[in-house]
């Protein structure tokens, strides 16, 4: 049996935060209809969550399979290493106003051309290492309008550990988080070498004890693809 494949379309939005077009590839399942309302699920380090991630292509199956609910993924790719560490990186000169792109031009965007359910609770964040963190420190300032997130290896600082120890709606929030146990010598694409493990067990620890509703795993492996593409079945079926 062949399963249906959903269609990734192309488009623009103008930017007035960022002062620039931003490219979005948008995944609508295989039988997309207006007449249906959709979840959505927002990736940083978009074109990898589609090529690595496959994320589509799982979609599809568990869409078919109705294992998770109507999904609709939307995927914002960076244009090359120095623009994803200016937009996502907690010290990068546009990491707020790409934040606030993402809360206040995205999502009433999103809204306005798809039938979504118009709700904080039904949005939701993914991205791995440096995409996590942007994706962990936006829900974390639009708790309103994102309601869950899923971190993959996220880079984690005092500012991220700072945000985090002073939220104060965590009944808001939903957290997907995994980091793999290898990760304590990661090259990152500032050339130093970063212990990953070790800040992302703080921030474990923080988010466990507030009352988030939490899920928390380390894999048996390094900062790659190879481990986060297949955490995605897990990942997707936990939160949809």
Known sequence: MEIPKG???ELTILSSELGEEVLLLVYLPANFSPLFKYSLLIAQDGRD???LGRIGRLADEYLYERKIENLIIVGIPY???ADRRRKYHPDGDQHQSYIRFLAHELVPFLDNEFPTYHMGSTRALIGDSLGATVSL?????YPHSFGKVLLQSPYVDEKVIGLVESFTEPDLLEIY???GNQETEVQTTSGKISDFLKPNRKLSEIITNKSFTYFYDEFNGGHTWTHWQPDLKRAL????
């Open 79 to 81: 244009k090359d290493v």
């Open 237 to 240: 079926k936990m939160l949809f």
């Open 177 to 179: 988080h995994i980091v």
């Open 7 to 9: 269609t990734i379309k």
């Open 49 to 51: 969550y589609f090529q």
């Open 137 to 141: 420190m936006t829900a974390l300032q």
